[in-house]
């Protein structure tokens, strides 16, 4: 007997809270359906060390020490610079496995990797998905133009190039509405246009408007200015998309199952990450051995920014885009890791910042066998170091609160173990959604104080969002590993046994 056919959809950074408050309102009747219909629950992400590569890990089944990569720009192994990331996958997508059993597979607008064709399939990258992300590929290599003929460029190319005042935030607001009718038009186009078994598309929205306008959306926001049309924007583009997934279900046809997924969720941009290295001097990463805590020598200090990071700040955003738009892709990609090694790259020092995500700040021990000029040796000097930061990052206080700045601190060996240790940083932590963070008081040591300057008011919360309908599924516990080894068990492939997730699939 054949497999009913398999939608599966993406909510780019959808916030849950936001999507169980919609659909109990009314506003999201479709994904409400789905709800009443099928199970949906809270997804582990991952996302309080590593909000990148959250769908990665959807899309593969495996966990970042696998997928090779923490973010899309990290320190290189053989010399003490950054680089953006491989965008290739080094283990199959579960499009890729489905195909290779006879799936017919569409899937379209992943963001984050190149192409990755399932056989006899479609895959489409670069349309419009969000963030750092190929060129417009298709496979088959013809599509691409096609699509364009057919529905035209993406509406909104880059959704951080806009000014900050309300003229520029209507007409981000427009281009986001746009977004979803155009995407809605290119994914019925593909749906009704040839056989499959599953259809995968992402839609980046969500993502877009959480992050550019959440001061509207969040009365709380110190930056909220009360606007009914911006206000409600966020909510217009979850009702947009919550319709086009409607059609995309209906075209499928009634025995269809549909899983959606939330790969992170969406909370006010609040953090320090700028007040890191200020701190790490303080705590004596430049000298020999740990500075002990001593009230007597606490200090109150300014972080000095890098000059390259105030130049570029003096910069209107839309200017900097323009610039970014006339470079070759390479010469980009180079100026912006060596602008990110300026803020976050202090190989002098025993353990120093390194990028990742605004709301998870990450720190790298520089390790004698593992980084190109190591000063810590493994074993006891390492594991001494690791447990002090660790200690550091856990007692930091928001004086705006007098709370702890951080509300989560994670030593990555004993999440991963010690695969882990040449790819992702040493440890990590999560700031607190509380308040804005101006300055860091570190006990014994000091107060750092100064702003970050950030255009967004959005950032990545930690939890993301499941939902399955048309099969029994026990989401208890569901971590986005899962989605993989789900989608695979839904269209009735093996699933390979090398999977860090597991099916949420019950009675199978």
């Known amino acids: 007997m054949a497999q009913p056919r398999t939608v599966v959809i993406g909510l780019d950074a959808a916030e849950p809270s936001l999507l169980r408050r919609w659909c109990d309102s009314g506003d999201l ?26 769908m990665l890990t959807a899309y593969t089944g495996v966990r970042p020490p696998r ?6 720009i990290q320190p290189r192994r053989d010399r003490p610079t950054l680089e953006v990331a491989d965008h290739t996958l080094p283990c ?46 298709s496979a088959p290599p013809e599509l691409a133009d096609a699509l364009i003929a057919r529905h035209g460029p993406y509406p909104l190319p880059n959704c951080d190039d806009h000014g900050r005042g309300q003229r520029s ?98 909370r006010p941009q609040y953090h320090g990450r700028d007040l890191i290295p200020a701190l790490l001097r303080l705590w004596g990463m430049h000298e020999p051995q740990d500075r002990a805590p001593d009230p ?20 209107p955003l839309p200017l900097q885009y323009a610039v970014k738009r006339r470079l070759p892709r390479r010469l980009g990609e180079a100026l912006l890791c060596r602008f990110m090694g300026v803020i976050a790259l202090d190989v002098g020092a025993r353990a ?99 702003a970050h300057g950030d255009y967004r008011t959005g950032g990545h919360g930690p939890d993301g969002w499941l939902c399955i309908a048309g099969a029994p599924a026990d989401l208890a516990g569901a971590h986005i590993a899962d989605v993989a080894p789900t989608v695979l068990d839904m269209l009735g492939v093996p699933i390979p046994a090398d999977l860090d997730g597991r099916s949420r699939l019950v009675g199978r």
């Open 29 to 54: 009747p479709t994904l409400r359906r789905l709800v009443a219909g099928g199970d949906a629950g809270q997804l582990e992400t991952g996302s309080r060390q590593f909000p990148d590569p959250a």
């Open 67 to 72: 997928v090779g990569r923490y973010f899309f």
């Open 92 to 137: 199959d997508p579960f499009w890729v496995t489905a195909a290779r059993h006879q799936r017919r597979c569409i899937v379209v607008d992943t963001p984050k990797i190149e192409l990755a064709p399932p056989a006899d399939g479609v895959h489409v990258v670069g349309w419009g998905a969000h963030g750092f992300n190929s060129a417009l590929r």
């Open 169 to 266: 935030y209507r007409r981000l607001r427009r281009r986001l509405l746009d977004g979803v009718a155009a995407r809605r038009r290119l994914l019925l186009d593909l749906a009704r246009g040839g056989e499959w078994d599953l259809f995968f598309a992402v839609f980046s929205e969500p993502h877009c408007a959480g992050h550019n306008l959440w001061h509207f959306h969040d009365p709380s926001h110190p930056l909220h200015h009360p606007d009914a049309e911006l206000g409600a924007t966020l909510r217009e583009v979850y009702t947009a998309v919550d319709a086009a997934i409607a059609e995309l279900i209906a075209t499928a046809g009634p025995e269809a199952r549909v899983l959606v997924f939330s790969n992170q969720g969406m």
């Open 296 to 315: 007597a020598r606490a200090t109150h200090q300014r972080a000095r920014q890098p000059w390259l990071k105030r130049a570029r700040e003096a910069v």
């Open 352 to 450: 120093y910042q390194v990028p990742n995500n605004e709301m998870t700040p990450a720190l790298r021990i520089n390790l004698v066998g593992r980084d190109p000029h190591g000063r810590v040796q493994p074993g006891r000097e390492y594991e001494a170091l690791r447990d002090f930061l660790a200690t550091r990052m856990r007692e930091l206080i928001n004086p705006a609160t007098g709370e702890a700045a951080l509300a989560h601190v994670a030593i990555i060996d004993e999440l991963y173990e010690r695969e882990a240790r040449d790819v992702l940083p040493d440890v990590v932590g999560y700031w607190s959604p509380a308040a804005p963070i101006p300055a860091l008081h570190s006990p014994g040591y000091g107060t750092v104080f100064g």
